[in-house]
């Protein structure tokens, strides 16, 4: 039998996202894209041929992907189709070799990784299923007995066939007879993957790999903190070339600190805590928990907290909690993201017509890329701020912002 | 003759309190009510049989009243009428013994209760009086050359008999006639107390003990500042169990840190100070002549100066200087508590229909229980805030705000 | 051939000097007015005669002017009319000997004045020209070849008779004919002190010096930065008598610190630094190439980078970036001069009529005597503060604000 082909799916389009407009799998953690990080799970399962399905945005992104000990090659999804859709694009590559696909978005722990490498030897088609103790809207397997015999998507709270949701982790050892499947599959929903797959699953031949490790998908700006969150557990301690640590600096835990980074006096990092290369934390700061990409200065009297920054940005006397910063952001003296309702209850966020519960008690400010916000500013909490727009000084934002728009008064 | 019996008045109303709801005498100063840091001064008259009149709502507070060397009674005054019904409500206890009637409410020096020891075993009538420099609304002795023959309750400014006030410190060796001119005399106005003890008075076998310490009421709630900061001068340094002192932690002066506090890098507590037991200072705070209640926290950055802060209350990057915070409130990053006026004046405060002189010229907030203020928010010099209040972020807080407010725009 | 006389005009009106109403050359840096440090550099030349015109209003302060080695006599120019006005009321004085004539409100390296020794002991007439590479509304050279043959004030731009201005340093052998063309030249423009020294070019005897070394005018209120930049550049270390250095304080660079100067814990000073006598800088400061005048208090958690502050001036955890504070100033807890536009761009301000770009990308505030400001409010960039004036809490200043405000809400 062939080795088999892994289908790295990375094409999503991420409206949800909004104000992240960075692809999913390309939002970086520890200076790799999230895809790098689910590259290197992924050879866990000894699959060393991989191609990542991409969206046309991210084709010079790409262009440099490597993992060593992977081959990797690229093909772009040109139209927002669905899983399918991504999975057809890649038809050629895999025609005559099993299959494996599998969603760059999410984060799972490695040892599911680890223990799908057995199965993946096998005959039959293996999925991974997870149980949930409330309704989730994703795909439901169907039993009969111990046997899995189909999987359906979205079934509606109260008409689950069973409590274990599909994870996207799909082994096909017959490729050719997969893709027929796709390519004959018809719906009118975006659901013909499942479909496809309820299909297969008819047969009764396959096995389902139940999981209850941590499962991170990338829905909303927000799970980017879950993600980092992970990766920041993962962290060992290390200490780059070239950087300069002035007096009376407390680092606890494990803290990365990249090439060229400057740490000035009384200042606290608390680990799990990455620092991008070139950053310069500033003096009387306190870092805590917190990923911090490269280019960045935190400026004098800086409090960032469980936060996920990006690259280049600027802060001054902020106060940064459970807040996601895409990159090349800056804020004024005493611009604070708070963090907490006065009700202590959980932080909501619109996206699109719906008003979505983050579960979240404690969740800052979610800001695109190339945002200057003015001093003395007051972002709430939840609040989400589009690319490209300014945000004056002493202002309380407490709804969305447009990308683009200039809101001074 | 028997020992006599002190009747301790600790069940007043406290309206202009507001917003402090706690007691007077139920405030909590250094772990203990001011009402025990009294009873612990009385017992330097050598009286050990104490009767306390309380407040119906302090009943289970004081339920647990214990001071080492006394033992205490209490009563309970069922309704708000003045210190002649609160001594009525005793009567039965103190029959047949001489009794000493004092206030809880008011903070005097320990050597007044010492200088008192000796009088208190006399046959007459002993008051204390206190020279005043101009007008105070209180009861002024009536003189005949040396000899008291008599008290007056606000003579109105002008009109004042002498320049010597009472404290109510007040020993009557004839319990029983006492009782009597209480229970007999009428009035339309809140002063039987001061009828009847010029009644007794005019006998003119009283002595008057005039005392120039000092002598701090709790009238209004900036009034506790004053009862802290004598309070704090009393205290010596001290560790309690458990605690924790991080590094580049300065300690000067007397300062009380209770168990299981912690101080975080780069504080500086400047004494006297009192930090209660669980309490957290956060890392680069300073913290100044203040008191500071159990389980707080005062996060990164703040300073707190000169203020009197209850239990429970959490703080971020924020100023509170001369202010009183009664417990459980907390304040976002970056909100202040102004304690200036711009042109440097006394600073008013309107208590009831009144506009009330501090006379202080530095006054922050007084904030009653259960408040939570978001970020940036300033809050004026001398405005009080009632307990269970919101108030949102970014604003400017220039009036009082009542119990239970939502004030978010 | 007699000695010459130097002739310092110190008695400008300085309009455009707003917010800033102490004259020019009296504005202190390193604790002796800017004229002190131009008689400084004047003792190059070898002058030691020296007349110094000034403005009425500073008689008094003019009273206690000495410099070492100078022999210094001054004189007041009643009226705002001009150099030539300003050189008149010396006339007396400098009648039959060589004068030199300087600007005391502008700022050029000791280098010049070293060149300028030798020239001054010539028979011709000297001045200096600086080469400029775009228009500058001052008075250019006029050349017939390499000699120089007349001088026009404010051509207008493209009607430049050469590339070089002068920068009133100009020496007269024969002060007799110099003054007898003053007073006979007649003009409705602000140009006599021009049109007779064109006069006196026209004999073709003159030489010109030029001078490619800085050159800073002080005619708007943030070029006291560009000076005090120039003047720190010349400090050196310097602790005074009865210092105070708390621990954990960072000193780096050149810092002048006064007497009796106290810089508390956790503090960091970035020279070059001029600290005057008497003042304090608080606990966790950042103070960075910056000049603060005597008796200031700095605070708590200040900021204060690249600004110029006089005597007297109050912060408390402020962020003043690029900015001028002639003094007696105080600004409340959480107030920051915002330095930055959104857009990156340059500043702009507001002067007479005319919307003057300061060429400056950071700018923060340029604030007048006896301004009060309160607690959590944001001062635009560039924004400029009249004397006298009361600024509120929780404000957004986005324009200039006259003298003796009171601006509340």
């Not at 094409?11 to 200076?31: A, D, Y």
């Not at 191609?51 to 992907?65: C, G, N, Q, R, W």
């Not at 993600?227 to 007096?247: A, H, P, Q």
């Not at 945000?391 to 809101?407: E, M, Q, T």
Request: with cysteine.
């Amino acid at each position: 039998m062939n080795n088999p082909v892994a289908v790295v799916l990375a094409g999503g389009e991420g409206k949800r996202f909004w104000p992240i407009q960075t692809s999913k799998s390309m939002v970086h953690f520890l200076g790799s894209p999230l895809l790098v990080h689910n590259l290197k799970r992924l050879k866990k399962t000894g699959i060393t041929d991989v191609i990542v399905v991409m969206h046309p945005k991210d084709k010079e992104a790409f262009s440099t992907l490597t993992v060593p000990g992977l081959s990797i090659r690229t093909v772009v999804q040109p139209e927002p189709n669905g899983m399918a859709g991504a999975v057809l694009v890649a038809a050629s590559l895999i025609a005559g070799k099993p299959c494996f696909i599998m969603n760059a978005e999410d984060l799972v722990e490695e040892r599911l990784y680890k223990e799908l490498a057995s199965s993946l030897a096998e005959d039959s088609v293996v999925s991974v299923g997870r149980k949930v103790t409330e309704y989730f809207p994703g795909s439901y397997f169907v039993f009969d007995g111990k046997r899995v015999i189909g999987v359906i998507e979205k079934p509606g709270q109260g008409n689950e066939p069973s409590d274990i949701t599909g994870l996207v982790f799909d082994y096909f050892p017959d490729s050719n007879r997969y893709i027929e499947l796709l390519r004959t599959t018809k719906s009118d929903d975006d659901d013909i993957y499942e479909k496809a797959f309820n299909e297969l699953l008819r047969d009764g031949n396959a096995k389902i790999l139940t999981y209850d490790g941590y499962w991170y998908p990338t829905k909303y700006p927000w799970h980017i903190l879950d993600i980092m969150n992970e990766l920041l557990n993962t962290i060992s301690e290390f200490r780059g070339k070239n950087i300069e640590i002035k007096s009376n600096v407390v680092i606890e835990g494990p803290v990365h600190i990249g090439d060229s980074v400057k740490v000035f006096e009384n200042t606290k990092i608390v680990g799990p805590c990455y620092i991008g290369d070139n950053t310069i934390i500033g003096n009387n700061n306190i870092i805590r928990q917190s990923h911090i990409g490269a280019g960045c200065v935190t400026g004098f009297n800086t409090d960032i907290t469980r936060s996920y920054i990006g690259d280049n940005c600027w802060f001054h006397s902020n106060y940064v909690g459970d807040s996601v910063i895409e990159g090349d952001v800056s804020m004024g003296s005493g611009t604070v993201c708070a963090n907490l309702r006065l009700d202590r209850g959980e932080i909501a966020s619109i996206v699109g017509e719906n008003r979505i519960n983050t579960r979240r008690t404690k969740l800052g400010a979610l800001i695109g890329k190339n945002v200057r916000i003015g001093v003395n500013t007051s972002i709430m909490p939840g609040v989400k701020i589009g690319r490209d727009s300014m945000i004056g000084a002493g202002l309380v934002v407490d709804h969305d912002i447009p990308n683009d728009s200039k809101k001074l008064l």
